[in-house]
T-cell receptor
Framework: GEDVEQSLFLSVREGDSSVINCTYTDSSSTYLYWYKQEPGAGLQLLTYIFSNMDMKQDQRLTVLLNKKDKHLSLRIADTQTGDSAIYFCAEFGSSNTGKLIFGQGTTLQVKP | EAQVTQNPRYLITVTGKKLTVTCSQN?????MSWYRQDPGLGLRQIYYSMNVEVTDKGDVPEGYKVSRKEKRNFPLILESPSPNQTSLYFC??????????FGEGSRLTVL
């Protein structure tokens, strides 16, 4: 079946850029999402990209989509300690199904 | 304010006592869905609804029921809860242009 994979942990220094990677298997994906979850909190939508786009930028966040390799990345510029959290990528399949599949989440640790 | 509202946010119950977790959205979205989040297993989809009176199973539907009688509400029903349904539950709704909003979560403990 469809699958979404992320590395489990990333550690960076404050002020550096962070890049969180995600791969997926469903070639008919329509939308791909990035969510942030802080301890004890819900899922905050950071950004999302439609599958016919290659890149989307929103302030410090840049999403890159390589549809050929089924690879999605989230770059956070000038990473701050407040960015420490778990980041989930999620993939929405073809438009006539409602299945949404999440990766396992990447824990981002930002060191001062 | 656009939002997805879940209730209750926290619940402790006992095995076999039927319960309903409500989910309501005020954005007129057609698509709604339910997920559970468990340590080590991540987020898994329970049920989804593409529109009123249209529901379908996700990856882990066993032990759950849903209904979609009107567009704004999508309740999750546990007819006979068991301890393995102790989890953090999230409801979501999606706009026509793909933006997917989540509720704040409902933490359920079944003793």
């Amino acid at each position: 079946g469809e699958d979404v994979e992320q590395s489990l942990f990333l550690s960076v220094r404050e002020g550096d850029s962070s890049v969180i990677n995600c791969t997926y298997t469903d070639s008919s994906s329509t939308y791909l999402y990035w969510y942030k979850q802080e301890p004890g909190a819900g899922l905050q939508l950071l950004t999302y990209i439609f599958s016919n786009m290659d890149m989307k930028q929103d302030q410090r966040l840049t999403v890159l989509l390589n549809k050929k390799d089924k690879h999605l990345s989230l770059r956070i510029a000038d990473t701050q300690t407040g960015d420490s959290a778990i980041y989930f990528c999620a993939e929405f399949g073809s438009s006539n199904t409602g299945k949404l599949i999440f990766g396992q989440g990447t824990t981002l640790q930002v060191k001062p | 304010e656009a939002q997805v509202t879940q209730n209750p946010r926290y619940l402790i119950t006992v095995t076999g006592k039927k319960l309903t977790v409500t989910c309501s959205q005020n954005m007129n979205h057609e698509y709604m869905s339910w997920y559970r989040q468990d340590p080590g297993l991540g987020l898994r989809q329970i049920y989804y609804s593409m529109n009123v009176e249209v529901t379908d199973k996700g990856d882990v539907p066993e032990g759950y029921k849903v209904s979609r009688k009107e567009k704004r509400n999508f309740p999750l029903i546990l007819e006979s809860p068991s301890p393995n349904q102790t989890s953090l539950y999230f409801c979501a709704s999606r706009s026509g242009d793909g933006e997917l909003f989540f509720g704040e979560g409902s933490r359920l403990t079944v003793l």
